[in-house]
Nanobody
Framework: QVHFVESGGGLVQPGGSLRLSCRAS???????????MAWYRQTPGKQRELVAT???????NYADSVKDRFTISRDNAKKMVYLQMNNLKPEDTAVYYC????????WGQGTQVTVPSPWGQGTQVTVPS
């Protein structure tokens, strides 16, 4: 049985919104409730980065890149952690994971969030002298 089950990802246009959910399936309530929980994200070839945290008292903290756009919340009764993501940008494209901050458990499979760039790949024009 996996420790965390993430869901809610998908393909969304820039400026759109998604709400991610994470179920802490293997944490008992007495462990989950006092835990600081967190959302992380990872893109290919890069290290996993911390996106947002929420303490037992629901004090939240965010990476600068998502501040004022993302909101983390929790439901202790259901052992759930949520991430409301608004005004999504192409640089938010990543696989998103949740975990217990400061005491990492085995990672879940994550949920893919894809925000396509409005720009095409472009075409090179070269005029030799």
């Amino acid at each position: 049985q996996v420790h965390f089950v993430e869901s809610g990802g998908g393909l969304v246009q820039p400026g759109g919104s998604l709400r991610l959910s994470c179920r802490a399936s293997r944490m008992i309530t007495s462990t989950f409730n006092p835990a600081t929980m967190a959302w992380y994200r990872q893109t290919p070839g890069k290290q996993r980065e911390l996106v947002a945290t929420i303490t037992r008292a629901s004090i939240t903290n965010y990476a600068d890149s998502v501040k004022d756009r993302f909101t983390i919340s929790r439901d202790n009764a259901k052992k759930m952690v949520y991430l409301q993501m608004n005004n999504l940008k192409p640089e938010d494209t990543a696989v998103y994971y949740c975990n217990k901050e400061g005491d990492l458990r085995p990672w879940g499979q994550g949920t893919q969030v894809t925000v396509p760039s409005p720009w095409g790949q472009g075409t090179q024009v070269t005029v030799p002298s």
